[in-house]
C-alpha cells in the first residue's frame, strides 16, 4: 500500500505543480518549466526584414544615389513591391526586395483564436512576428536577399497546369541569379529553383545559401494552456540523423549539429506547423545555425554551385515545405521529415498507435468517433492486465474492516501489525500492491497516446458531434471536463478507502484538481479520458460484484 500511496501522493502533486504552472501562464507570468521569451526589437531602417545576412550590409547612402549607382554598374535598382501568389492551399506575399517570402497563409487551416482569420507561417511584423524565407548568393559582388529584383509578367493564381510559376530576376557586377517559385494544386511544397548567369568576363565560382529567419518567441496560434510542444530549429542527415535545436544554444554560440553533408534539410518547428528547405539529394553543403539580430536566429543550408565560365548558367534545385504536420504529407517530401512532428520521449510507441488510429480514421472519417473505437481496443487488449488489478483492488476492499480491525489491535506496536497484515495477506491471497502494478505496465502507452492527440494537426479543425468543432481545443462548454470530474470521483468510491482519514479526504479532493486541469486541455484528449474512465468503471464494477460474491437472503 505504501508504493500505491507514493504513487498517488507523486500524481496530486505534479497535477497542482501544472495547474499552478497554467494559471499563472494565464495571468502573463513566465513558464515554470521554459525560460521567458526575450523581447524581440525592431529592425532597423534599411535592414530587410531586420535580418542580417551572410553578406555584410551595404553603406548608406540616399536613394537617389544608390540607385544610379546600381544604374551605372549594371545591378538591379532596389524597389520593394509586393507580388502575391494565390493557390487553393496558399497565399504568399514576395517582395520584390531582395525576392523574399514575407508573408504565408495557410487557406486551409483556421486560426487558433479566430477562426475568421487563417494560420500565418511567415510575416514581417516586429515585434509580432518575424518570419522569413531567405535564398542568395553569398558574397557583396553577387545579388542576395537585400538586392532588387524584376518580377516576370505571368498569372498569379493557378492556371488550367494547375500551376503557377514566379520568376524574379536580378543582376549585379554582371552575374545574374534568377529565382523561379514554382507552386502546385493542393501542395505545401514549394518548388525553388535558383539559376546563374555568368555574364563577365571571367569565370566565377559563386555559392548559393538557402535559410529560414526567425525570432524566438512562442508562436502565437498556440493557446496558452496547450501541452508543452517543441518550438525551434531542427536538422537532419542521413549520418546524424534527426536533431532538434534550440535558440537559447543559438543564442549562446553554444549549439552543436551536423554541418556537413551531401543530404539532408533543415527546418523550423512549431505546434502543429513545418517549414523546411530541402536541397537535392547527393549535392555536397554546410549547415549553419547563427544569431542574426536581437531575438532572431537564422537555421540555412550553404551550396557550392562550382565553376561557372563566362556565359554558362547553373542551376540549383530544391523545395521550401511550409505548412501542417500531416503524417501522410511529411513522409513523401523527404527522408526523415516525418519525425518533424514531436512526440516526445515515447514516440517509439506512439507512431504506431496514430497509424492505427490513422486506419480507423479512414474507415470511420470522423477524429471524435476514431477516438473512442481506439479506446475501446485498448481496453480490449488491456483487459488481462486491468482484470487483474482490479481484482486486487476488490480483494484490498473486502479485506478493509479486518486489516482496520488490526490495526487497532496493534497500533501500539507497527512492527507485530505489519507481521500480522503480512501474515493475514498469505492467508487471504492478496498482494496490496497488485492494483498499481498494471497500471504502471499501461503508462507508457497511455502517455503515448496523450502524446499523439495532442501532437496531431489532424485533429485540428476537426469537429465531432455536436457542441465540439475542435478536437484541438478546449470544450467551449465544459461538458467534458464535467464528465471526467464526475467518473473520476465515480471511480474514486469504487476504490477501496484509504485507512487514513486525510489521505481519503486527499482522494476525493483529486478529481476537482483533475477536472480543473483538463478544463484548459484539448478536447480530444479529455473525450479519451472520459471513454477509458467509463469503461474502466464498468469493468471494476463488474468484477468487484463478481468478488464480493451474492449477498445474503
Given at each position: 500500500m505504501d508504493i500505491k500511496r507514493g504513487v498517488l501522493w507523486f500524481v496530486l502533486l505534479f497535477s497542482?505543480?501544472?495547474?499552478?504552472?497554467?494559471?499563472?501562464?494565464?495571468?502573463?507570468?513566465?513558464?515554470?518549466?521554459?525560460?521567458?521569451?526575450?523581447?524581440?526589437?525592431?529592425?532597423?531602417?534599411?535592414?530587410?526584414?531586420?535580418?542580417?545576412?551572410?553578406?555584410?550590409?551595404?553603406?548608406?547612402?540616399?536613394?537617389?544615389?544608390?540607385?544610379?549607382?546600381?544604374?551605372?554598374?549594371?545591378?538591379?535598382?532596389?524597389?520593394?513591391?509586393?507580388?502575391?501568389?494565390?493557390?487553393?492551399?496558399?497565399?504568399?506575399?514576395?517582395?520584390?526586395?531582395?525576392?523574399?517570402?514575407?508573408?504565408?497563409?495557410?487557406?486551409?487551416?483556421?486560426?487558433?483564436?479566430?477562426?475568421?482569420?487563417?494560420?500565418?507561417?511567415?510575416?514581417?511584423?516586429?515585434?509580432?512576428?518575424?518570419?522569413?524565407?531567405?535564398?542568395?548568393?553569398?558574397?557583396?559582388?553577387?545579388?542576395?536577399?537585400r538586392s532588387g529584383y524584376i518580377a516576370r509578367p505571368g498569372p498569379r493564381s493557378l492556371d488550367a497546369s494547375n500551376q503557377v510559376q514566379l520568376v524574379l530576376d536580378s543582376e549585379k557586377g554582371g552575374v545574374k541569379l534568377t529565382k523561379t517559385f514554382t507552386f502546385k494544386r493542393g501542395e505545401y511544397s514549394i518548388d525553388v529553383k535558383h539559376e546563374v548567369t555568368n555574364n563577365t568576363g571571367a569565370p566565377i565560382a559563386p555559392t548559393l545559401y538557402l535559410q529560414l529567419v526567425r525570432d524566438g518567441n512562442k508562436p502565437e496560434t498556440v493557446s496558452r494552456f496547450a501541452p508543452s510542444t517543441f518550438n525551434g530549429p531542427a536538422v537532419y542527415t542521413d549520418a546524424d540523423k534527426f536533431q532538434k535545436l534550440t535558440f537559447e544554444k543559438i543564442e549562446k554560440g553554444t549549439e552543436e549539429h551536423a554541418t556537413q553533408a551531401d543530404n539532408g534539410w533543415v527546418a523550423l518547428i512549431q505546434h502543429f506547423f513545418v517549414s523546411a528547405f530541402i536541397p537535392q539529394q547527393k549535392t555536397p553543403r554546410e549547415i549553419y545555425t547563427r544569431k542574426v539580430d536581437t531575438n532572431l536566429y537564422a537555421i540555412g543550408t550553404k551550396l557550392p554551385l562550382g565553376t561557372i565560365a563566362p556565359g554558362a548558367t547553373t542551376a540549383m534545385d530544391a523545395a521550401l515545405y511550409s505548412g501542417p504536420q500531416e503524417t501522410a504529407l511529411l513522409e513523401k517530401v523527404a527522408p526523415g521529415f516525418e519525425l518533424v512532428k514531436d512526440y516526445g520521449f515515447f514516440t517509439i510507441v506512439a507512431k504506431p498507435i496514430f497509424w492505427l488510429m490513422d486506419q480507423i480514421h479512414k474507415v470511420l472519417g470522423n477524429w471524435g468517433w476514431t477516438i473512442i473505437v481506439f479506446t475501446l481496443l485498448m481496453k480490449l487488449v488491456f483487459f488481462p492486465l486491468s482484470a487483474a488489478s482490479y481484482r486486487s483492488m476488490g480483494k484490498m476492499k473486502i479485506l478493509g474492516p479486518k486489516m482496520q480491525a488490526l490495526r487497532e489491535r496493534y497500533k501500539s506496536d507497527p512492527q507485530k501489525m505489519n507481521q500480522a497484515m503480512m501474515e493475514l495477506y498469505k492467508t487471504e491471497k492478496a498482494n496490496p500492491i497488485g492494483g498499481c502494478l498494471p497500471v504502471l505496465v499501461q503508462m507508457p502507452v497511455f502517455i503515448a497516446l496523450y502524446s499523439v492527440l495532442q501532437a496531431s494537426v489532424e485533429t485540428r479543425n476537426a469537429p465531432w458531434l455536436g457542441w465540439i468543432h475542435d478536437l484541438s481545443t478546449p470544450d467551449p462548454m465544459y461538458i467534458l471536463p464535467v464528465l471526467m470530474a464526475i467518473s473520476m470521483f465515480i471511480q474514486t468510491k469504487l476504490n477501496p478507502a484509504p485507512p487514513d482519514p486525510v489521505q481519503a479526504k486527499v482522494m476525493m479532493f483529486m478529481p476537482l484538481v483533475f477536472s480543473a486541469m483538463f478544463f484548459m486541455f484539448p478536447s480530444g484528449v479529455v473525450l479519451y479520458y472520459v471513454v477509458n474512465n467509463v469503461l474502466s468503471i464498468a469493468q471494476q464494477w463488474v468484477i468487484m460484484n463478481k468478488l464480493s460474491g451474492p449477498k445474503p437472503a
Amino acid at each position: 500500500m505504501d508504493i500505491k500511496r507514493g504513487v498517488l501522493w507523486f500524481v496530486l502533486l505534479f497535477s497542482i505543480m501544472t495547474l499552478w504552472n497554467k494559471w499563472g501562464m494565464y495571468n502573463g507570468k513566465p513558464s515554470m518549466f521554459s525560460p521567458a521569451p526575450v523581447e524581440i526589437s525592431t529592425p532597423a531602417a534599411g535592414n530587410a526584414g531586420g535580418a542580417k545576412s551572410d553578406v555584410p550590409a551595404a553603406a548608406a547612402a540616399t536613394a537617389a544615389a544608390a540607385a544610379a549607382a546600381a544604374v551605372a554598374s549594371g545591378e538591379t535598382p532596389v524597389h520593394s513591391e509586393l507580388i502575391t501568389i494565390t493557390t487553393d492551399v496558399y497565399k504568399a506575399d514576395f517582395d520584390t526586395e531582395g525576392g523574399q517570402l514575407k508573408h504565408l497563409e495557410l487557406l486551409q487551416q483556421k486560426d487558433a483564436t479566430d477562426p475568421t482569420k487563417n494560420v500565418v507561417i511567415f510575416d514581417d511584423a516586429p515585434p509580432k512576428l518575424v518570419y522569413l524565407a531567405q535564398t542568395g548568393l553569398i558574397g557583396e559582388q553577387y545579388p542576395n536577399h537585400r538586392s532588387g529584383y524584376i518580377a516576370r509578367p505571368g498569372p498569379r493564381s493557378l492556371d488550367a497546369s494547375n500551376q503557377v510559376q514566379l520568376v524574379l530576376d536580378s543582376e549585379k557586377g554582371g552575374v545574374k541569379l534568377t529565382k523561379t517559385f514554382t507552386f502546385k494544386r493542393g501542395e505545401y511544397s514549394i518548388d525553388v529553383k535558383h539559376e546563374v548567369t555568368n555574364n563577365t568576363g571571367a569565370p566565377i565560382a559563386p555559392t548559393l545559401y538557402l535559410q529560414l529567419v526567425r525570432d524566438g518567441n512562442k508562436p502565437e496560434t498556440v493557446s496558452r494552456f496547450a501541452p508543452s510542444t517543441f518550438n525551434g530549429p531542427a536538422v537532419y542527415t542521413d549520418a546524424d540523423k534527426f536533431q532538434k535545436l534550440t535558440f537559447e544554444k543559438i543564442e549562446k554560440g553554444t549549439e552543436e549539429h551536423a554541418t556537413q553533408a551531401d543530404n539532408g534539410w533543415v527546418a523550423l518547428i512549431q505546434h502543429f506547423f513545418v517549414s523546411a528547405f530541402i536541397p537535392q539529394q547527393k549535392t555536397p553543403r554546410e549547415i549553419y545555425t547563427r544569431k542574426v539580430d536581437t531575438n532572431l536566429y537564422a537555421i540555412g543550408t550553404k551550396l557550392p554551385l562550382g565553376t561557372i565560365a563566362p556565359g554558362a548558367t547553373t542551376a540549383m534545385d530544391a523545395a521550401l515545405y511550409s505548412g501542417p504536420q500531416e503524417t501522410a504529407l511529411l513522409e513523401k517530401v523527404a527522408p526523415g521529415f516525418e519525425l518533424v512532428k514531436d512526440y516526445g520521449f515515447f514516440t517509439i510507441v506512439a507512431k504506431p498507435i496514430f497509424w492505427l488510429m490513422d486506419q480507423i480514421h479512414k474507415v470511420l472519417g470522423n477524429w471524435g468517433w476514431t477516438i473512442i473505437v481506439f479506446t475501446l481496443l485498448m481496453k480490449l487488449v488491456f483487459f488481462p492486465l486491468s482484470a487483474a488489478s482490479y481484482r486486487s483492488m476488490g480483494k484490498m476492499k473486502i479485506l478493509g474492516p479486518k486489516m482496520q480491525a488490526l490495526r487497532e489491535r496493534y497500533k501500539s506496536d507497527p512492527q507485530k501489525m505489519n507481521q500480522a497484515m503480512m501474515e493475514l495477506y498469505k492467508t487471504e491471497k492478496a498482494n496490496p500492491i497488485g492494483g498499481c502494478l498494471p497500471v504502471l505496465v499501461q503508462m507508457p502507452v497511455f502517455i503515448a497516446l496523450y502524446s499523439v492527440l495532442q501532437a496531431s494537426v489532424e485533429t485540428r479543425n476537426a469537429p465531432w458531434l455536436g457542441w465540439i468543432h475542435d478536437l484541438s481545443t478546449p470544450d467551449p462548454m465544459y461538458i467534458l471536463p464535467v464528465l471526467m470530474a464526475i467518473s473520476m470521483f465515480i471511480q474514486t468510491k469504487l476504490n477501496p478507502a484509504p485507512p487514513d482519514p486525510v489521505q481519503a479526504k486527499v482522494m476525493m479532493f483529486m478529481p476537482l484538481v483533475f477536472s480543473a486541469m483538463f478544463f484548459m486541455f484539448p478536447s480530444g484528449v479529455v473525450l479519451y479520458y472520459v471513454v477509458n474512465n467509463v469503461l474502466s468503471i464498468a469493468q471494476q464494477w463488474v468484477i468487484m460484484n463478481k468478488l464480493s460474491g451474492p449477498k445474503p437472503a
